[in-house]
């Protein structure tokens, strides 16, 4: 039986986190707010610690290892952010970490994974099972495995962040949440439920790969192959068994966004608000944009998941 993480593993997660993750900034654009007809916050987790919010997870759950798991050391998957925030987070706790990223990872992102001491190994995202290798390695080298979310101590940590955009705000009426694995989402719910009873949580993913609406409209996991899109962080083949049971609880719908409507998000965010931000993090943009008519009146919250994307590949897609 699994023991789902509580909002009160997030107020200790971020007891653990502060002084090492950053608050991130709570950014508002009148144009936005024009645009939707609402009152409109982004949590701009682009500026957080390596690029995303993932680092929050990270470090969360490497400074609960004991001293077996610290000389051992971690493996962990990830297409780059996760694998960024494992990376950075050993190197600040003195731990060895090894990390299997896709052969066709982002650059940038494989590039600050090595310069963050990570000892990168590779696969095919399209091929191999990523989860079995991981696995293989962790029982042979005796390392602990964390997996990019679906975790306790990764969702706490990453439960952090809508936790300070609620404490800064206040009450919402929805909030909009990028949505691969789940744990950003699951981790948003626990905070979210807890300090604003009238939000509604919404999960945003791509809509080339909308395992996550599939499984919560059904009831049941679905797994999907791994989708082709511009959202490399969300290109996840299904929700984890703790996110999935906290998603289903919690969360109130799932909704999707073409790779089109990301650029559209990216070019906006580029253009009027001056900052970069990744496609998987504009999920949540491109979602509320579609929706404006139910949210005239509101105030919304929208998380931006991060901003680790090539200069060359942005700068393709915004000319586009």
Same mark, same amino acid.
Request: charge should be neutral.
């Given at each position: 039986?699994?023991?789902?993480?509580?909002?009160?593993? @997030? @107020?200790?997660?971020?007891?653990?986190?502060?002084?090492?993750?950053?608050?991130?900034?709570?950014?508002?654009?009148?144009?936005?707010?024009?645009?939707?007809?609402?009152?409109?916050?982004?949590?701009?987790?682009?500026?957080?610690?390596?690029?995303?919010?993932?680092?929050?997870?990270?470090?969360?759950?490497?400074?609960?290892?004991?001293?077996?798991?610290?000389?051992?050391?971690?493996?962990?998957?990830?297409?780059?952010?996760?694998?960024?925030?494992?990376?950075?987070?050993?190197?600040?706790?003195?731990?060895?970490?090894?990390?299997?990223?896709?052969?066709?990872?982002?650059?940038?992102?494989?590039?600050?994974?090595?310069?963050?001491?990570?000892?990168?190994?590779?696969?095919?995202?399209?091929?191999?099972?990523?989860?079995?290798?991981?696995?293989?390695?962790?029982?042979?080298?005796?390392?602990?495995?964390?997996?990019?979310?679906?975790?306790?101590?990764?969702?706490?940590?990453?439960?952090?962040?809508?936790?300070?955009?609620?404490?800064?705000?206040?009450?919402?009426?929805?909030?909009?949440?990028?949505?691969?694995?789940?744990?950003?989402?699951?981790?948003?719910?626990?905070?979210?439920?807890?300090?604003?009873?009238?939000?509604?949580?919404?999960?945003?993913?791509?809509?080339?790969?909308?395992?996550?609406?599939?499984?919560?409209?059904?009831?049941?996991?679905?797994?999907?192959?791994?989708?082709?899109?511009?959202?490399?962080?969300?290109?996840?083949?299904?929700?984890?068994?703790?996110?999935?049971?906290?998603?289903?609880?919690?969360?109130?719908?799932?909704?999707?966004?073409?790779?089109?409507?990301?650029?559209?998000?990216?070019?906006?965010?580029?253009?009027?608000?001056?900052?970069?931000?990744?496609?998987?993090?504009?999920?949540?943009?491109?979602?509320?944009?579609?929706?404006?008519?139910?949210?005239?009146?509101?105030? @919304?919250?929208? @998380?931006?998941?991060?901003?680790?994307?090539?200069?060359?590949?942005?700068?393709?897609?915004?000319?586009?």
């Amino acid at each position: 039986m699994l023991i789902l993480p509580t909002f009160d593993d @997030v @107020v200790a997660a971020a007891k653990r986190i502060e002084g090492h993750a950053h608050r991130t900034p709570v950014m508002t654009s009148r144009t936005v707010n024009d645009e939707l007809g609402a009152e409109v916050f982004f949590k701009c987790e682009n500026f957080q610690r390596m690029g995303a919010f993932k680092f929050r997870g990270a470090f969360n759950a490497l400074s609960r290892f004991d001293d077996r798991q610290r000389r051992a050391g971690v493996v962990t998957f990830s297409s780059g952010n996760h694998a960024q925030a494992i990376a950075l987070s050993a190197r600040i706790l003195g731990l060895p970490a090894t990390i299997l990223m896709p052969h066709d990872a982002p650059a940038a992102k494989a590039a600050a994974t090595k310069g963050y001491g990570g000892n990168v190994v590779v696969y095919d995202r399209y091929n191999e099972d990523r989860e079995a290798i991981g696995k293989k390695l962790a029982e042979e080298k005796g390392m602990t495995l964390i997996p990019p979310y679906d975790h306790p101590d990764v969702i706490s940590g990453q439960g952090t962040a809508a936790r300070e955009l609620f404490d800064e705000v206040g009450d919402l009426d929805a909030l909009f949440v990028p949505l691969g694995g789940g744990g950003l989402l699951s981790g948003s719910a626990l905070s979210g439920r807890a300090l604003s009873s009238r939000c509604r949580l919404y999960g945003v993913e791509p809509e080339a790969g909308n395992d996550g609406q599939q499984s919560f409209r059904s009831g049941a996991l679905v797994h999907i192959d791994t989708p082709r899109t511009i959202a490399d962080g969300a290109q996840t083949q299904h929700l984890g068994a703790y996110t999935f049971a906290i998603i289903k609880r919690d969360v109130d719908d799932i909704f999707t966004a073409t790779d089109d409507e990301l650029v559209d998000s990216m070019r906006f965010f580029a253009a009027r608000m001056k900052i970069v931000a990744e496609p998987t993090g504009c999920l949540g943009f491109a979602a509320a944009r579609k929706l404006k008519s139910e949210l005239r009146g509101k105030r @919304v919250g929208i @998380v931006i998941s991060g901003g680790n994307i090539d200069l060359e590949r942005f700068t393709s897609l915004l000319a586009a």
